[in-house]
Structure formats: C-alpha cells, structure tokens
C-alpha cells in the first residue's frame, strides 16, 4: 500500500496559536483526506485536498479554521488556526488510490492548553 | 445520508478464542463499500478487511471474516483464534462507490483480547 509519513507525531500547544500538520506520501495520488479523532470518539472528515484546486469542506469544518494546501499530488497540509482546548484531538490524513486502496497516516495528537 | 452505527462500546473475549463486532448501516445506494479498521493504541488505522456490496460471497482474510447481509445491513466482523495482539479499537466504515475515499465510520468498538 502507499505509505504516508504524517509530522509531527504529537504536539502540546498554546490557546491561540496555530499548528500546522504535514503528510507527505510516497506515490502521486489524487484525492487526499484529512479527519479528526476527538478523544474516545470515531474519525470525523473535515476535508477532502484535490491538486489544483480549493479544499472541499464537510459540514461544520471551515477554510479560516481549518486552512489545507496541496501543492502538488504527493504532499498536504493541514493548519489547526487559533486553537482552543476543543481543538485536542487526533488529526489523520488519508489518502485512496486505485492501485492501494485506502490508506492511513500515523496520526497527530494534539493538546492544547 | 448515510449513517453507521455500531452497538457495542467494549467487548472481551478470552484469547483463543471467537468474537464477533457488530455494524449495522443505513444507506439508500446500491453499490458501495464496508470495511472494518483497526485502531491499536498507537494509533496507526489498519485496515482489517473490505467487502465490495455487489458481492455475494462474504469476505475472509485469514483469522478475520465478515457476515455481509445486505438485505439487512449488517456487517458484522468475526475474529477467530483471537490473539493478544487484536486488542485495539475497531471501527466499521461505509464509503459510497460514487464517492471514492469519502469514509463515514461508526462509533468503535473497543476489543480486550484477555490471557
């Protein structure tokens, strides 16, 4: 499958700061994924990063909040904006090919204080 | 909208032996997908199986099987000779197969695999 390498691993972060999240995978692909685990709960989407073109955003989530770039068809990010305690969370991305099916990345916990 | 719903929180099962995690979904489309992730606690999302919904044959893949019922929809997963390393969170997910890579999960299920 395709392998994704997803930094930083863990972060504690201050209330009203910014944190930005990184998946760089080892193949091109099209449709890349970014979801948030709350603590003790199931991964909700918050976007979906198509090359060339803006983040297309789920219900709840928005662009000023949640700001995600794709340059190119192998690397994201995703940048957590003026976060709160309500922010602490698990923040995946994922990505789905035709040739490896669905993949995860290791997962970034977040804790802000 | 679909929805995903699994009704057990936490569930035990001595090792050895057989377990069975249940999901059911709620969709009004025909083709789609359903998979079963594992979630140990370092966090990593393995995938544990995936079943296409136009087939009829449920899925297997070595000590993990589903019982696929469609007419219903269930998809519950079986795990036979269950091993310490199983213990984990265990999530079912739906993805519509006009939607690729769109997942909507259920709620988990945490699985203690006791010695």
């Known amino acids: 499958s395709a392998v994704i390498s997803q930094k930083p691993s863990r972060d504690i972060c201050q209330r009203g700061t910014s944190l930005t999240i990184q998946c760089q995978v080892d193949?091109?692909?099209?449709?890349m994924f970014w979801y948030r685990q709350q603590p003790g709960q199931s991964l909700t989407l918050i976007a979906t990063?198509?090359?060339?073109?803006?983040?297309?955003?789920e219900s709840g989530f928005v662009i000023d909040k949640f700001p995600i770039s794709r340059p190119n068809l192998t690397f994201s990010t995703l940048t957590v904006s003026n976060m709160s305690p309500e922010d602490s969370s698990i923040y995946l991305c994922?990505?789905?090919?035709?040739?490896?099916?669905?993949?995860f990345g290791s997962g970034t916990r977040l804790t802000v204080v | 909208a679909q929805t995903v719903t699994q009704s057990q929180p936490e569930m035990s099962v001595q090792e050895a032996e057989t377990v069975t995690l249940s999901c059911t979904y709620d969709?009004?489309?025909?083709?789609?997908?359903l998979f079963w992730y594992k979630q140990p606690p370092s966090r990593q999302m393995i995938l544990v199986i995936r079943?296409?919904?136009?087939?009829?044959q449920n899925a297997t893949e070595n000590r993990f099987s589903v019982n696929f019922q469609k007419a219903a929809k269930s998809f519950s997963l079986k795990i036979s000779d269950s091993q310490l390393g199983d213990t984990a969170m265990y999530f079912c997910?739906?993805?519509?197969?006009?939607?690729?890579?769109?997942?909507?999960f259920g709620q988990g299920t945490t699985l203690q695999v006791k010695p």
């Open positions: 994922s990505v789905v090919s035709s040739i490896y099916g669905y993949t």
């Open positions: 193949s091109q692909v099209t449709m």
């Open positions: 990063a198509n090359q060339g073109s803006e983040a297309t955003y």
């Open positions: 969709t009004s489309e025909n083709n789609y997908y």
């Open positions: 079943q296409e919904a136009y087939k009829q």
């Open positions: 997910a739906f993805m519509k197969q006009s939607n690729t890579g769109k997942l909507i």
